[in-house]
């Protein structure tokens, strides 16, 4: 009897086995659906054999194949089992990464545009009735080239967003395209840009791993779309993964300009599950000939893949936090090894390990040490006091008076502060009480527009006290500031300037950052402030000035990876100014003026100062000098998790006393957040500086793990992990 070795997404890190009964055709990677106890769950067909040890009687059979996707391709099943190895995660949940969602197809809905007009259509039909006052104003607005955006069409009530909705239905309305005409740039690669594209395209059929390392604004992007265009000539399909908040409209049109006629699929998590599904199978079929997207997207299928690229390698969104632990830019680079691809990671400020493997001639190494337009220089960086007694609402009079001159010019600002809400804590002045989260150790913060107090790990609200809870004085004070606290102050400071603010919380509502994107575009706007959410993949030619805030924040850290993403945050932060042909200022402010990242930052200097942090890391033992896996834990209760933990130390350290395998188990420590959302969180580092001792070590341990069965602890391992909090 056929049995067939089933992927199952369950978190046992085990296969299952089902019969085949005759005339189900099933390959490797077919995808089946099949019982577990009274589930019926989706799996992959990932080996066939002819026994199993299980007794014959409980052996279920496969129930069906689902033909609506064709079995996975064989290098997909092994990236699968890679993950699983390498990141020491349940097989089944790795498998289940590389399915699309199969779900409610059919009453999956087009996802609303940002921006609607009527089409000719429209305009005729509505011509001859026109019925009540708000259909007329939907009418009249619906009819400007521009179109409404959705939300201005929300404001006109509900009648009249129904009868868009028909509208809608019938075709008299239609999308108006971002950035519609802006004719195509035709753009001349410079000396160092052709050469990368040729270093790190050819051959196009041999594993070769590049760095491309190049300032902002040098024209990475141009280099990947070349790249890109040659693997499609050479008729390859290119893969292209980008950090969640780099996906943006406005690189969609910078696609479909440089490559026009090339068949595109976007691929992120926020497309409905139709969209995703039909875009996985252009991708499948061979049909998509670029596919674009976030992290998830490393899973594509793609038969003729010729190409990855990795732009922003160094940015964290690429791991994964939760459920299957992975860096889609090192799944991307074992994809490229396993298809013998070429593989692009660029980055103006690239993560330490990937600079490391530059360095040392693991990776090519390609540099734009220069602006692609001749005309853009790279921002000057200024650094400023940050405590001096003229200043007002945490601006110091030389970031107050080169914003002052920017508002004059008609120029824009970006004032980058990365910490949401109105002020960090509240603090009784009497007694020293602070606003604390019931159900983490953290401070709560004050978000004054809400009247609330809020948990920024858990997301728990209260009110915002009027007297203080321990000693009942109505003296609160604020301390520090967030963008909401710096908007009013800005407001107040520069009355004639329009300010905005990009936050988490200003772009909450669905296509509100997009609205808001185009009003920056358009002008609309003067003085911006916000997080990292501006940091990145935004071009906006009248930003003219950066001033950053609160920085000096990351210099504390417990992190070891603080300042060299301080430094990448500040470097991309300073990149949005002077990005047209305006020069860029960028204005820091600091009490830390002579520390070595700000000395590297106003010189632009990253290899100065990764050099600097390399020979730390080595000195101190961390990555890339070491390897790193960490064990967490959470429960209710403190006890059950040090009780855990110390139980895993125990068993790590007799498994390497027996194994003489050289890795160094440290003891349990409390988390960075030592309780979130009421569960007491612990961790355990395991390290070492070979990684073939460290992958020889986990599985063993894990299996010691897995038994442990431990009532309420939940734990994982993280492996080359990015975050300890
Ligand atoms: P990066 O990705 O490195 O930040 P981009 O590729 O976005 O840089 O290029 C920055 C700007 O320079 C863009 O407006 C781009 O169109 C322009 N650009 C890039 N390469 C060239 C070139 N060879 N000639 C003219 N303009 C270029
Ligand atoms: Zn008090
Ligand atoms: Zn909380």
């Known amino acids: ?308 690229v990795v732009d922003e390698e160094h940015d964290v969104s690429f791991k994964q936090q939760d459920g299957v632990r992975y860096h889609a830019r090192d799944v991307a680079i074992y994809r490229a090894r396993l298809r013998d691809v070429p593989v692009i990671l660029g980055s103006a400020t690239p993560s330490l390990e990937s600079y490391a493997h530059a360095r040392r001639r693991r990776y090519r190494w390609l540099k734009l040490p220069q602006r692609a337009i001749t005309r853009s220089v790279l921002p000057s960086v200024r650094l400023v006091p940050n405590r001096a007694a003229d200043s007002r609402e945490g601006l110091g009079a030389p970031l107050r008076q080169a914003i002052a001159d920017r508002v004059a010019r008609g120029e824009q600002t970006l004032l980058f502060i990365n910490r949401r809400g109105f002020a960090p804590s509240l603090l009784c002045v009497a007694c020293a009480w602070k606003a604390m989260c019931r159900r983490c150790t953290a401070r709560l913060v004050v978000h004054r527009d809400a009247g609330a107090l809020r948990c920024h790990h858990c997301g728990y609200t209260e009110g915002l006290p009027a007297a203080c809870p321990a000693c009942g004085n109505q003296d609160l004070l604020p301390l520090g500031f967030g963008t909401q606290r710096l908007e009013r102050a800005l407001a107040e400071l520069y009355p004639s300037a329009r300010v905005m603010r990009v936050d988490r919380d200003s772009t909450r509502r669905k296509g509100m950052f997009a609205t808001m994107r185009r009003a920056i575009a358009a002008g609309e706007v003067d003085i911006l402030v916000g997080t990292q959410m501006l940091a990145k993949g935004h071009d906006f030619p009248r930003l003219t000035l950066v001033g950053v805030l609160g920085a000096d924040n990351a210099l504390y850290s417990a992190d070891f990876r603080a300042t060299e993403r301080l430094f990448a945050l500040l470097e991309q932060v300073a990149g949005r100014a002077g990005r047209g042909i305006m020069a860029g200022e960028v204005v820091v402010q600091t009490d830390f003026p002579d520390h070595p990242l700000y000395v590297a930052l106003v010189g632009h200097d990253y290899d100065g100062f990764a050099e600097t942090l390399l020979a730390e890391r080595e000195r101190l033992d961390l990555p890339p000098f070491a390897h790193l896996a960490l064990l967490s834990a959470e429960a209710p209760g403190r006890e059950a998790v040090t009780a855990f933990l110390e139980r895993a130390v125990a068993h790590a350290r007799a498994l390497l006393a027996a194994s003489k395998l050289r890795c160094e188990v440290y003891s349990p420590v409390p988390a960075g957040l030592a309780r979130r959302a009421g569960l007491e969180r612990g961790q355990v580092l395991v390290q070492s500086s070979e990684r073939s001792a460290l992958h020889a070590f986990l599985p063993r341990w894990r299996a010691l793990l897995e038994r442990m069965r431990q009532q309420r602890v939940r734990w994982v391992i993280d492996v080359d992990p990015l975050a300890f909090a």
């Open 1 to 308: 009897m056929a049995i067939v070795r089933v992927a199952l997404p369950v978190a046992a890190d085990q296969l299952f086995d089902y019969w085949s009964p005759s005339g189900l055709e099933i390959q490797r990677g077919s995808v089946l659906r099949v019982r577990l106890g009274r589930r019926r769950l989706l799996g992959i067909a990932v080996d066939r054999v002819e026994a199993t040890d299980i007794a014959p009687e409980r052996v279920a059979p496969v129930d069906e194949i689902v033909t609506a996707l064709p079995p996975l391709p064989a290098d997909l099943c092994e990236l699968a089992r890679f993950v699983s190895e390498y990141y020491q995660q349940p097989i089944g949940q790795c498998f289940a990464q590389l399915l699309p969602p199969l779900g409610s197809t059919a009453r999956a809905r087009t996802p609303l545009a940002d921006r609607y007009r009527l089409t000719a259509g429209g305009h005729a039909a509505l011509a001859r009735h026109a019925d009540t006052r708000s259909l007329l104003r939907l009418q009249s607005v619906l009819s400007a080239p521009e179109g409404a955006t959705t939300d201005e069409l929300r404001r006109f009530g509900a009648q009249a967003w129904r009868t868009f909705g028909v509208w809608r239905k019938q075709r008299l309305v239609e999308p108006v395209p971002e950035q519609e005409g802006i004719a195509p740039a035709s753009i001349v690669l410079n000396v160092a840009q052709k050469a990368a594209v040729i270093e790190a395209t050819t051959p196009m059929d041999r594993f070769a791993p590049s760095l491309l390392q190049g300032v902002t604004g040098s024209g990475k992007t141009e280099v990947y779309f070349a790249a890109v265009a040659r693997a499609i000539a050479a008729g390859r399909q290119a893969l292209l993964l980008v950090p969640e908040i780099n996906l943006t409209p406005q690189l969609e049109q910078r696609i479909a300009s440089a490559l026009p006629g090339v068949s595109l699929a976007v691929v992120h998590s926020g497309l409905s599950s139709a969209a995703r599904l039909s875009r996985w199978l252009a991708a499948a079929r061979g049909d998509a000939q670029l596919v674009v997207g976030t992290r998830l997207a490393v899973y594509t299928p793609l038969p003729r893949l010729g190409l990855i």
